[in-house]
């Protein structure tokens, strides 16, 4: 039990983190732009793992905790596309409808997913605490700006490289889709 504890004592600390580093890239690399979509692939499947690990005796929450995981893995997954699409046209991703739309509608359904499970799924934070609802909920206008701020970069340093380098970056954003909810482990 002790170790369970603190397992969620250092999920929630995790939360926290992901939440308060959605700030503006440093340095604006391709790189920085990759790992900002990275970060959110690991913190949803961090998330996954724990909705796994407190909610396997309660099907109704885990079954509503893999809804929310699949909505938010369908939006995100379709905003790299809508990114890869975008790479291809004349005007960034900062200037697409579509592209913030989508973005809009990722973080809102990441949000959800990781409030769902942090409110409904794991034991409540410990008196005195402070809980990571707070920081995940301030940090969505954070990374809707990094993840903005990434498209943009990678649509930049998409038009400045070779045509092998152009394969290179489209490989890297397809493997910043998110695992199904059952290759989680």
Not at 95 to 101: G, P, Q, R, V, W
Not at 107 to 130: C, E, H
Not at 173 to 178: D, P, S
């Amino acid at each position: 039990m002790a170790a369970k504890r603190r397992s969620i004592d250092f999920f929630r600390s995790l939360l926290g983190v992901f939440a308060s580093i959605g700030g503006p890239l440093y340095g604006d690399s391709l790189s920085e732009a990759i790992y900002v979509f990275a970060r959110e692939k690991s913190a949803a499947a961090q998330t996954a793992v724990m909705l796994k690990e407190n909610a396997t005796n309660d099907p109704s929450k885990l079954s509503r905790g893999i809804q929310l995981y699949a909505d938010a893995k369908a939006a995100f997954d379709g905003l790299i596309d809508q990114l890869e699409h975008d790479l291809q046209g004349p005007d960034s991703p900062q200037a697409s409808a579509t592209f913030d739309s989508r973005l809009q509608t990722a973080v809102q359904k990441r949000v959800a997913f990781v409030t769902y499970v942090v409110d409904n799924v794991l034991p409540p934070a410990q008196v005195g605490s402070k809980g990571p609802f707070e920081d995940i909920v301030k940090g969505a206008g954070d990374l809707i700006k990094a993840l903005t701020d990434a498209g943009v970069t990678i649509w930049h340093e998409f038009r400045d490289v070779s045509k092998d380098k152009r394969d290179d970056v489209r490989a890297q954003l397809e493997r910043q889709k998110w695992r199904q909810f059952g290759q989680i482990s």
